[in-house]
């Protein structure tokens, strides 16, 4: 049997330099972090110190300066050609939707390599003096800001940057913008409701373009304001930077990787006057208390602009790994989301005569496992804080440079808490169908077909249409055949769905007999969604799988002219779909969890009837299957009852 390695996966990461200057910083008293923050600002000390000396006479303004010069170190600015034309590219696609394709190249750029401006030792008196001077304009004109301690109001208002964007005078352009336009919505103190107006005319003011298409750095302020381009990051900054203007205590939370989404996420959070942080993503829904931002998570973090010494200490401890917890910055917030009496202590089972042993928590990706939370192991236990339930984990440890499993793969249950362990043991046979989740979005668009029909006619209205099939229920499969009892001749055919949803449908084709090609004919449909080529009745009939038509009305259909009346022995179709149900004719591999990694249970090709069927699986164990045909989206998944359970919702084990 073969073995996959696990792999930790790299992330932005301290340098060496710095992480030793701030551990030497976060490790002296407070008096002596001001000086070497100063020591490490060089030939721009005199600047930091003409902003202490403004502030001499003002106690509160005198240590906000502090704590942004004793924090500063650890920040910069990036810089270089690239970026110069990754803006102009991002500014082409804002006002077009296209962009120079010689500028494809920066897709992939690492744009971690450029140039490091450290703000030590480069920003100007006047620059901070300003930025402090409306952080506390800010602070001290909304009727909520009584209720901001300094400490908060330090981090979700004070700070002058975010990440390594370029400084602007972001905060004195935007309150002159946007000061105004709060005064004329809203009157209140409510804080929630201030963020929610400002909010709500964000999004009427511009439509935001979502894109990831660039490995983009953070973005300058006034660029995200003027430009409404970027991935979930910029957005997130973008409304930080709006709500931070106008004393809307604001920061930006991130989960490192969903099992839901397979990708990493980052939103916003605003500070209610109760203490409590009500989080809220630009687009998707504005903030409410009592709601959260959907997704799973497993475990969430805060973006601060005071470096954390808790993260710090753990990238001392193991400076010579790289992660996605290599951001000195982060602070643990699970605890505001996923709160529980006491958070689970985890078995490392195999770790048990160990003791002070760093272990990470990690959730599946395919090329290895993604870090989101790590502690120390003593004696086979680890206690990883609050964690999200309902989730799949494996715990690992480094053992001669690689990663390895420290325990088996774990899961909160949400109903009592209680952690359920996936243990190999015993044998018996398994039947696949996916190798990753069906999604509610997906599944909502497979279901649009139920209730549709097939219809034949030889009117080109189809007023005299007949039903050579009528569909009742959800698609359990990606190729579907219908064999007609009692074959006619037909001139027109179609595809069309029920009175009350769109006409939604990936493939379609029509034939007269078992061997014979599909029908050709000219293409007849309502009109598509949008008017967008994404959506066109063609996509219907190219032979790709993953293209669809949909329409633009309700009932929504797609068919052809024959030209003359033809035999309909046959029809084949595709619903809208992901393409993870299992492909007749791709190469799989099922793969186990177990002491020594994944353990491979062999390769099979897809059968004709969509499934695998594997024997002698060990039970009880969590498993991946690998797809080496095609395709990105693999999820790891249980087996219970002759049913797949994905890392995605419950696992229901009695």
């Given at each position: 049997?073969?073995?996959?390695?696990?792999?930790?996966?790299?992330?932005?990461?301290?340098?060496?330099?710095?992480?030793?200057?701030?551990?030497?910083?976060?490790?002296?008293?407070?008096?002596?972090?001001?000086?070497?923050?100063?020591?490490?600002?060089?030939?721009?000390?005199?600047?930091?110190?003409?902003?202490?000396?403004?502030?001499?006479?003002?106690?509160?303004?005198?240590?906000?300066?502090?704590?942004?010069?004793?924090?500063?170190?650890?920040?910069?600015?990036?810089?270089?050609?690239?970026?110069?034309?990754?803006?102009?590219v991002l500014s082409q696609y804002s006002d077009s939707s296209k962009y120079n394709n010689r500028y494809d190249y920066l897709k992939k750029y690492p744009f971690n390599n450029l140039y490091r401006q450290n703000d030590a030792k480069n920003i100007k008196a006047d620059y901070l003096i300003e930025n402090i001077d409306y952080s506390f304009r800010v602070w001290r004109e909304v009727p909520w800001g009584k209720?901001?301690?300094?400490?908060?109001?330090?981090?979700?208002?004070?700070?002058?940057?975010?990440?390594?964007?370029?400084?602007?005078?972001?905060?004195?352009?935007?309150?002159?913008?946007?000061?105004?336009?709060?005064?004329?919505?809203?009157?209140?103190?409510?804080?929630?409701?201030?963020?929610?107006?400002?909010?709500?005319?964000?999004?009427?003011?511009?439509?935001?373009?979502?894109?990831?298409?660039?490995?983009?750095?953070?973005?300058?302020?006034?660029?995200?304001?003027?430009?409404?381009?970027?991935?979930?990051?910029?957005?997130?900054?973008?409304?930080?930077?709006?709500?931070?203007?106008?004393?809307?205590?604001?920061?930006?939370?991130?989960?490192?990787?969903?099992?839901?989404?397979?990708?990493?996420?980052?939103?916003?959070?605003?500070?209610?006057?109760?203490?409590?942080?009500?989080?809220?993503?630009?687009?998707?829904?504005?903030?409410?208390?009592?709601?959260?931002?959907?997704?799973?998570?497993?475990?969430?973090?805060?973006?601060?602009?005071?470096?954390?010494?808790?993260?710090?200490?753990?990238?001392?401890?193991?400076?010579?790994?790289?992660?996605?917890?290599?951001?000195?910055?982060?602070?643990?917030?699970?605890?505001?989301?996923?709160?529980?009496?006491?958070?689970?202590?985890?078995?490392?089972?195999?770790?048990?005569?160990?003791?002070?042993?760093?272990?990470?928590?990690?959730?599946?990706?395919?090329?290895?496992?993604?870090?989101?939370?790590?502690?120390?192991?003593?004696?086979?236990?680890?206690?990883?804080?609050?964690?999200?339930?309902?989730?799949?984990?494996?715990?690992?440890?480094?053992?001669?440079?690689?990663?390895?499993?420290?325990?088996?793969?774990?899961?909160?249950?949400?109903?009592?808490?209680?952690?359920?362990?996936?243990?190999?043991?015993?044998?018996?046979?398994?039947?696949?169908?996916?190798?990753?989740?069906?999604?509610?979005?997906?599944?909502?668009?497979?279901?649009?077909m139920n209730h549709g029909r097939f219809e034949g006619a030889n009117r080109k209205d189809f007023s005299d249409a007949e039903t050579l099939c009528q569909l009742w229920k959800m698609s359990t499969s990606m190729f579907n055949e219908v064999k007609i009892k009692e074959p006619h001749k037909y001139r027109y055919v179609r595809y069309i769905s029920v009175d009350w949803e769109t006409g939604d449908i990936g493939?379609?084709?029509?034939?007269?007999?078992?061997?014979?090609?599909?029908?050709?004919?000219?293409?007849?449909?309502?009109?598509?969604?949008?008017?967008?080529?994404?959506?066109?009745?063609?996509?219907?009939?190219?032979?790709?799988?993953?293209?669809?038509?949909?329409?633009?009305?309700?009932?929504?259909?797609?068919?052809?002219?024959?030209?003359?009346?033809?035999?309909?022995?046959?029809?084949?179709?595709?619903?809208?779909?992901?393409?993870?149900?299992?492909?007749?004719?791709?190469?799989?591999?099922?793969?186990?969890?177990?002491?020594?990694?994944?353990?491979?249970?062999?390769?099979?090709?897809?059968?004709?009837?969509?499934?695998?069927?594997?024997?002698?699986?060990?039970?009880?164990?969590?498993?991946?299957?690998?797809?080496?045909?095609?395709?990105?989206?693999?999820?790891?998944?249980?087996?219970?009852?002759?049913?797949?359970?994905?890392?995605?919702?419950?696992?229901?084990?009695?």
């Amino acid at each position: 049997m073969r073995t996959r390695d696990n792999f930790i996966y790299p992330a932005a990461f301290c340098h060496i330099g710095i992480l030793l200057l701030l551990v030497s910083l976060f490790s002296c008293s407070i008096p002596d972090r001001l000086e070497i923050a100063l020591q490490f600002a060089g030939d721009n000390r005199l600047e930091l110190e003409k902003v202490l000396v403004h502030y001499k006479d003002d106690s509160l303004k005198l240590r906000a300066a502090r704590f942004l010069i004793e924090n500063m170190p650890a920040h910069h600015s990036l810089s270089g050609n690239e970026l110069d034309s990754l803006y102009i590219v991002l500014s082409q696609y804002s006002d077009s939707s296209k962009y120079n394709n010689r500028y494809d190249y920066l897709k992939k750029y690492p744009f971690n390599n450029l140039y490091r401006q450290n703000d030590a030792k480069n920003i100007k008196a006047d620059y901070l003096i300003e930025n402090i001077d409306y952080s506390f304009r800010v602070w001290r004109e909304v009727p909520w800001g009584k209720y901001i301690s300094f400490d908060d109001f330090c981090e979700f208002i004070l700070p002058y940057r975010i990440k390594d964007e370029p400084l602007t005078h972001w905060k004195r352009d935007l309150y002159h913008r946007f000061r105004p336009v709060l005064d004329s919505l809203y009157h209140g103190s409510d804080v929630i409701q201030a963020c929610k107006c400002l909010n709500d005319y964000l999004k009427n003011e511009r439509d935001w373009k979502y894109s990831d298409d660039f490995n983009s750095p953070h973005l300058s302020a006034l660029f995200l304001v003027d430009k409404r381009i970027g991935d979930c990051n910029a957005l997130s900054d973008f409304v930080t930077y709006c709500m931070r203007s106008v004393g809307i205590p604001m920061v930006i939370d991130r989960y490192l990787w969903s099992p839901e989404y397979s990708s990493s996420h980052a939103w916003t959070a605003v500070l209610d006057t109760t203490g409590y942080a009500v989080s809220f993503s630009f687009g998707e829904h504005s903030p409410q208390r009592n709601t959260s931002v959907g997704r799973q998570k497993g475990k969430v973090y805060r973006s601060c602009y005071a470096v954390q010494k808790e993260r710090l200490e753990k990238l001392e401890a193991n400076s010579h790994i790289r992660s996605t917890l290599s951001d000195c910055f982060f602070k643990d917030v699970s605890s505001e989301y996923f709160p529980s009496s006491a958070p689970p202590v985890v078995k490392c089972d195999f770790l048990r005569n160990t003791k002070n042993t760093t272990v990470w928590m990690a959730l599946f990706r395919m090329n290895g496992w993604v870090p989101i939370g790590d502690t120390v192991c003593e004696n086979g236990e680890a206690n990883f804080g609050h964690m999200e339930p309902g989730i799949i984990y494996a715990t690992l440890y480094q053992k001669e440079g690689k990663m390895t499993p420290a325990g088996y793969p774990f899961q909160i249950e949400k109903w009592s808490g209680n952690v359920i362990y996936f243990r190999p043991e015993g044998e018996d046979s398994m039947i696949i169908t996916r190798k990753y989740p069906l999604h509610d979005g997906m599944q909502y668009m497979i279901e649009r077909m139920n209730h549709g029909r097939f219809e034949g006619a030889n009117r080109k209205d189809f007023s005299d249409a007949e039903t050579l099939c009528q569909l009742w229920k959800m698609s359990t499969s990606m190729f579907n055949e219908v064999k007609i009892k009692e074959p006619h001749k037909y001139r027109y055919v179609r595809y069309i769905s029920v009175d009350w949803e769109t006409g939604d449908i990936g493939e379609v084709a029509w034939y007269s007999d078992s061997i014979s090609p599909p029908l050709k004919g000219k293409l007849l449909s309502t009109p598509h969604y949008r008017n967008e080529p994404f959506f066109t009745p063609e996509n219907a009939m190219d032979g790709d799988p993953l293209t669809f038509f949909s329409s633009a009305v309700r009932p929504g259909w797609v068919g052809l002219d024959l030209g003359i009346p033809q035999l309909i022995s046959r029809i084949t179709y595709t619903p809208r779909n992901d393409d993870n149900f299992i492909r007749p004719h791709d190469l799989y591999e099922l793969y186990y969890f177990s002491e020594n990694g994944w353990i491979s249970l062999g390769k099979q090709y897809g059968d004709p009837k969509q499934r695998l069927v594997y024997y002698n699986v060990p039970q009880h164990a969590l498993y991946w299957l690998h797809n080496w045909t095609r395709g990105k989206e693999e999820q790891v998944f249980v087996y219970w009852n002759g049913r797949q359970y994905f890392n995605h919702g419950e696992v229901h084990l009695k």
